[in-house]
T-cell receptor
Framework: GESVGLHLPTLSVQEGDNSIINCAYS??????FIWYKQESGKGPQFIID?????DKRQGQRVTVLLNKTVKHLSLQIAATQPGDSAVYFCAENNNAGNMLTFGGGTRLMVKP | ETGVTQTPRHLVMGMTNKKSLKCEQHLGHNAMYWYKQSAKKPLELMFVYNFKEQTENNSVPSRFSPECPNSSHLFLHLHTLQPEDSALYLCASSQVGLAGGGSTDTQYFGPGTRLTVL
């Protein structure tokens, strides 16, 4: 029979609006976090990272916020564009080597 | 272009076939990874190679056999696969600190090989 796909949370925004994608991580020992963007037919692409000694980091049109108290990570995209449509993954390194643990992903859909 | 290339991009194989996936990184990194991404599950780590040595085998069935001849190349040899092995296989690389692992190892991914097992 046909496979059932993984159900991804979906965020739908209007072009030009700001987007906020959230991620809850599990390990309080994690000290490094990354956001990846994956477009259809491509591999995950690095967007921005943050270390645990910071609570905010800004890139070009993107900002990552880290709240260690509640183990929450967010990615803010300013002035969202159609090219931002993709699946976004957060990943954490739990300070036990070079392995990353990935979240399930959020699908961002930008309406023109 | 991330500096990590994978071939082939698409592969269809029968359950009795033997095939290999190839990954090459042009970033000068010393660690390479195989991941499986299927429609049913989030990104799953399969194998990790640090300095050409396998340091992680995440309970992967023996029908998947990795090979890392040098720090720039990584292979995944496939034999007697099952239809449920159909997925996107992603390779990644990173630069690990000389202490054997660091908490700031950004991994850069290739485009993946879309594998279909009939």
């Amino acid at each position: 029979g046909e496979s059932v796909g993984l159900h991804l949370p979906t965020l739908s925004v209007q072009e030009g609006d700001n987007s906020i994608i959230n991620c809850a991580y599990s390990n309080s020992a994690s000290d490094y976090f990354i956001w990846y963007k994956q477009e259809s037919g491509k591999g995950p692409q690095f967007i921005i990272d943050i270390r645990s000694n910071m609570d905010k980091r800004q890139g070009q049109r993107v900002t990552v916020l880290l709240n260690k108290t509640v183990k929450h990570l967010s990615l803010q995209i300013a002035a969202t564009q159609p090219g931002d449509s993709a699946v976004y993954f957060c990943a954490e390194n739990n300070n036990a080597g070079n392995m990353l643990t990935f979240g399930g992903g959020t699908r961002l859909m930008v309406k023109p | 272009e991330t500096g990590v290339t994978q071939t082939p991009r698409h592969l269809v194989m029968g359950m009795t076939n033997k095939k290999s996936l190839k990954c090459e990184q042009h970033l000068g990194h010393n660690a390479m990874y195989w991941y499986k991404q299927s429609a049913k599950k989030p990104l799953e780590l399969m194998f990790v190679y640090n300095f050409k040595e396998q340091t992680e085998n995440n309970s992967v069935p023996s029908r998947f056999s990795p090979e890392c001849p040098n720090s720039s190349h990584l292979f995944l040899h496939l034999h007697t696969l099952q239809p449920e092995d159909s997925a996107l296989y992603l390779c990644a690389s990173s630069q690990v600190g000389l202490a054997g692992g660091g908490s700031t190892d950004t991994q850069y991914f290739g485009p993946g090989t879309r594998l279909t097992v009939l």
